[in-house]
């Protein structure tokens, strides 16, 4: 069960988050009986989250004392966004939330949990590295890093796509490599933390069959092999796009999934002229490189169409005869 902020106090709390107003979110939370662990019911992000990406904040120093708060007082940084990814996974990607993702390594921050990609805090430090940092900044990063290899990450761990961070370390600067190769050597013990992951609603028309579709009809790595499995996948990259990243990596790539989903569903000749309709000006929201899409409604309606054209359409495809990458 989710625990959600209760409603009377949801716009104080979010607007004192959103202000950096550390007295008055204290004041709230304490004397409401919040849970720290609570969520937003509208993003559906932990309070912590909420925190961390604040843009209300721009003292980082500021940040980092509410943050402290709240993981002194029971604040889980490895509670999942209902998007798929936790507050270690935002803060390893931005080079100014660097002394927050140090902080969440001291609270039981998880290296090796996954975001949605399956994706580690490693992978992403790798990859990320040296956020094209010098001197005295490089240093505090190649710290970070250290701790995260000291707390057992596991390099060999692949995404859903098949990379490693191991793999990243390859393409990476040699101190950093000299780093890896030292802390390896000491042999240092992962401590897997057992965080709770809450179930998150759903306004899908058909969830067991679009759970089946994720489970079974979209592998671990590369193109499905349906076009069902295909236009899922495709619809979750985009959603995690906009979502995660603001489209700021929005590419060629994303636009073709894009096209690629609104040609397999208005041409299927079971959609009625009203569904094209819906469904065209549906995907014209997620083609916008410059206008993220960031409400559920749409992601929730191409779902269930998907649903519809997979309960319809009987054809087997067998190989991977189309290319998106």
């Known amino acids: 069960m989710i625990k959600l902020i209760p409603e009377q106090y949801k716009r104080q709390l979010l607007s004192a988050i959103a202000k950096g107003d550390f007295g008055n979110i204290i004041s709230i939370i304490e004397q409401n009986k919040i849970d720290i662990n609570a969520y ?3 993003s559906y992000s932990p309070i912590l989250m909420e925190v961390l990406t ?20 029971g604040a889980d940084p490895n509670l999942n966004c209902k998007s798929g990814y936790n507050s270690l996974h935002i803060a ?20 090796n949990c996954t975001d949605k990609n399956g994706a580690t805090i490693a992978y992403w430090a790798i990859q990320s590295f040296p956020w094209r940092s010098e001197g005295e900044q490089r240093q505090t990063h190649l710290n970070v890093l250290e701790k995260i290899f000291m707390l057992g990450a596991n390099l060999d761990l692949a995404n859903k796509f098949g990379i490693t961070p191991r793999k990243w370390l ?14 390896e050597k000491l042999n240092p013990i992962y ?33 499905a092999e349906t076009l069902e499995g295909e236009m899922l996948r495709g619809l979750d ?8 990243n603001g489209n700021v990596n929005y590419s060629k790539t994303h636009k073709a999934f894009a096209e690629f989903i609104l040609k397999n569903l208005t041409t299927f000749n079971k959609t009625s002229n009203e569904d094209v309709e819906n469904i065209t000006t549906a995907v014209k929201k997620l083609m916008n490189p410059k206008k993220p899409y960031l409400e559920d409604d749409v992601y929730d309606y191409l779902t269930d169409q998907i649903c519809v054209f997979y309960n319809n359409d009987k054809t087997e495809v067998k190989k991977k005869w189309w290319k998106l990458w």
Not at 54 to 73: A, C, M, Q, T
Not at 196 to 219: A, G, M, S
């Open 191 to 223: 401590n897997p933390i057992n965080t709770n992951q809450p179930e998150f609603p759903t306004n899908y028309k058909y969830p067991d069959l679009v759970k089946h579709i994720r489970t079974n009809l979209i592998p671990v790595r590369g193109e």
């Open 237 to 244: 990259i985009l959603q995690d796009e906009a979502y995660r």
């Open 170 to 183: 390859e393409r990476t600067s040699e101190d950093v490599q000299q780093l890896a190769e030292k802390c």
């Open 92 to 111: 390893v990607q931005q080079e100014n939330l660097i002394k927050a993702l140090d902080l969440f390594l001291d609270f039981g921050g998880d290296v």
């Open 54 to 73: 604040s843009f209300g904040i721009k003292d980082e120093n500021d940040r980092l004392k509410i943050l402290r708060y709240f993981l002194e007082n």
């Open 40 to 42: 937003d019911d509208y």
